[in-house]
């Protein structure tokens, strides 16, 4: 069999099983942040806004256009999603195999570089199949990190291709790791570690046993001696680096992003922001106390995970936060990561993949887990491009392993990705519904404040409000400071119809969280249904005071000010939503009621026929426009 068609093969395998570990998630429903990344981003209903949305650079653009390519072609049908996500993963999956292969044919120069296929199919596997890609696969919103991680390993794979190359071929390769570098950070901050890593692969391509490329890298090599005039000597620290002058200005560009890395990150989340652990919601965490967290997650949790994914990752664990240096298990986790550096590091010409693995892991990691806080210490997707490395260490031991077996039990070690494939099935049944999803989560964090929230609300999105009401009367009286619950359950009650008690809790939510609009759109809206339209009115103009660029509560402000008979604000308003959803069919049909009750009949038709273009199919609108035109 020829190497190209053992290529395809192997493609076809990765794709296959791929499929196959997800094919029972293309109905699972949308989740938590899928609400806000999909429901209520309302630039990306048009794709006349993709130039809009490509314009806001500091919001993950690239990702935005995902979403609203996928709204264009199928709403909120949340199979396309699902399809996409899967598509995008199965394509970083065959950059993991061509990654692969290409260290391995770099790293290895002996005997066992014959076995680079077959290293590479087993990490493109492991990658793909391991249940802890489920978080980021199966959650929509989540897409984030599966295509920002196709950029980077694109960039990646152009690097090392390039790197042999010269001339015209060589600047053209580096430029495309550069341009799929940048498209990366419009995606996901997680990308900006790529110097680093780009770095490192210039270390190891020259100092890996039997590779030492003259002119070529970054970084130290000890072959040879010092050549050239004394400046060239100089840049080359008297003959450790190897390095020419065209690699000087290479390495300087990607290096100069380093310093932008932090200040992106710092842009992006702040330097203190509120962190959920198993105490709240909302909980202040400084970076150092951060960092001191993160050092306990990545041994105890994540590596444990990869490691043993049977019953380990879920959709929100249940993380305490760290506040000493000296904690016993902050020391121990310490212990073990610089144990594990110095591995890698005494490792990088004996076993240079396990080296680079490791280093890959950890590098990749510093976005989420050093001192910038984020709101989540600890979750699946974070992974994702980590799980890399891991991948890297855990082929190249199978393989290793499998040469040791006799001849008729060498396929042992493919049973591996067999065995990931019913875990990830298993994994995925989790994600089918809100329900199942926090119900998993509070079997393995039955103590954390969110999980408990969630769970309830899920019940409550489901219908069934009997189950709901029994699990937040729960959760009120473990957690009494929790304003989201109060507000919740008004919104329970107002389904029940309930509305006197649904006023209450709203009330309830807003001493507990004064400045936040949403209660009050809610407390507003119970108001109207009570026939109190001032007081909604009142309630109302507080939201859009605290939120004055939100077309939804704009309409439903000026929904309230025109039973009121006010048409001069109703006409304002109106014209305020269209200047910032310019396709809003309630505004043109707001403004069609305000000019009829001012007797101006053909603006009014003009205005619904608008509105009737924008959302075909409106009765009440189509009889409205029957009357006033006599039909």
């Known amino acids: 069999m020829t190497k190209s068609k053992n290529t395809v093969n192997h493609l076809f395998i990765i794709a296959l099983l791929t499929t196959v570990a997800y094919s029972n998630t293309f109905s699972n429903s949308f989740h938590f942040d899928d609400r806000y990344a999909i429901f209520e981003d309302r630039a990306i209903r048009d794709i006349a806004n993709i130039p809009a949305i490509l314009k806001d650079v500091i919001y993950r653009p690239l990702l935005r256009v995902t979403f609203a390519l996928n709204y264009h072609f199928g709403g909120i049908d949340v199979f396309g999603y699902h399809l996409t996500n899967l598509f995008l993963h199965i394509t970083v999956a065959l950059c993991v195999y061509f990654l692969s ?65 010269k001339g015209l071929k060589k600047a053209s390769l580096y430029f495309g790791a550069f341009f799929s570098f940048l498209l990366g950070i419009g995606v996901k901050e997680t990308v900006l570690t790529l110097p680093f890593i780009i770095a490192l692969l210039s270390f190891y391509l020259i100092t890996v046993p039997g590779k030492s490329i003259v002119g070529e890298g970054l970084v130290p090599s000890l072959f040879g001696r010092p050549q050239g005039p004394p400046l060239q000597q100089f840049l080359r620290f008297n003959g450790i680096f190897r390095v020419n002058r065209t690699d000087i200005i290479i390495s300087g560009l990607w290096l100069l992003t380093l310093p932008v890395f932090a200040l992106v990150k710092y842009m992006s989340v702040g330097h203190l922001i509120p962190v959920d652990t198993r105490f709240g919601p909302g909980e202040i965490l400084p970076p150092y106390q951060y960092l001191l967290t993160e050092l306990n997650v990545v041994i105890f949790h994540y590596l444990r995970w990869l490691f043993s994914p049977l019953g380990g990752p879920h959709a929100d664990p249940d993380i305490p936060a760290e506040i000493s240096f000296m904690d016993i298990s902050t020391i121990f986790a310490a212990l073990i990561i610089a144990g594990l550096l110095y591995f890698a590091l005494r490792s990088v010409k004996k076993r240079p993949i396990v080296s680079f693995g490791i280093l890959w892991f950890f590098i990749t990691l510093i976005p989420t887990s050093t001192v910038f806080p984020l709101g989540d210490v600890a979750v699946e997707r974070h992974l994702y491009l980590p799980s890399i490395g891991f991948a890297l260490i855990a082929s190249y031991f199978l393989i290793k392993a499998g040469k040791l077996l006799p001849v008729n039990l060498r396929f042992v070690p493919y049973l591996v990705p067999i065995l990931l494939v019913g875990m990830t099935i298993k994994t995925n049944f989790a994600w089918k519904s809100e329900v199942t999803l926090w119900e998993d989560a509070a079997l393995k964090s039955p103590n954390k404040i969110r999980v408990l929230g969630n769970r309830a609300f899920a019940y409550f999105e489901a219908g069934d409000l009997e189950k709901a009401e029994a699990l937040y009367i729960d959760f009120l009286k473990r957690f009494p400071y929790d304003a989201a619950g109060y507000n919740n359950m008004g919104l329970l009650y107002e389904k029940k119809g309930d509305i006197k008690s649904a006023i209450k809790y709203y009330k309830d939510a807003i001493r507990l969280r004064p400045g936040y609009w949403r209660f009050y759109m809610h407390l507003g809206d119970a108001y109207s249904q009570a026939g109190l339209i001032n007081e909604a009115i009142n309630e109302l103009q507080t939201a859009v005071n605290l939120e004055p660029q939100n077309p939804e509560l704009l309409v439903n402000l000026a929904s309230l000010l025109a039973k009121q008979g006010e048409v001069g604000r109703v006409i304002e308003i109106a014209n305020q939503v269209i200047n910032l959803e310019p396709k809003n069919a309630m505004a043109f049909s707001l403004l069609g009621i305000s000019y009829e009750r001012m007797g101006m009949k053909e603006e009014a038709v003009r205005r619904y026929k608008t509105a009737l273009k924008l959302n075909p199919g409106w009765e009440p609108l189509i009889e409205k426009l029957k009357g006033l035109e006599g039909r």
């Open 101 to 165: 292969g290409l260290l391995f044919k770099r790293f290895v120069r002996n005997d066992d570089s014959r076995d680079s296929g077959a290293f590479a199919l087993m990490a493109a596997l492991i990658f793909a199949l391991h249940p802890v890609q489920t978080g980021s696969v199966t959650y929509i919103a989540s897409r984030s990190a599966v295509l920002a991680a196709l950029f980077y390993l694109l960039a990646v794979i152009l690097f090392i291709t390039g790197f042999e190359q």
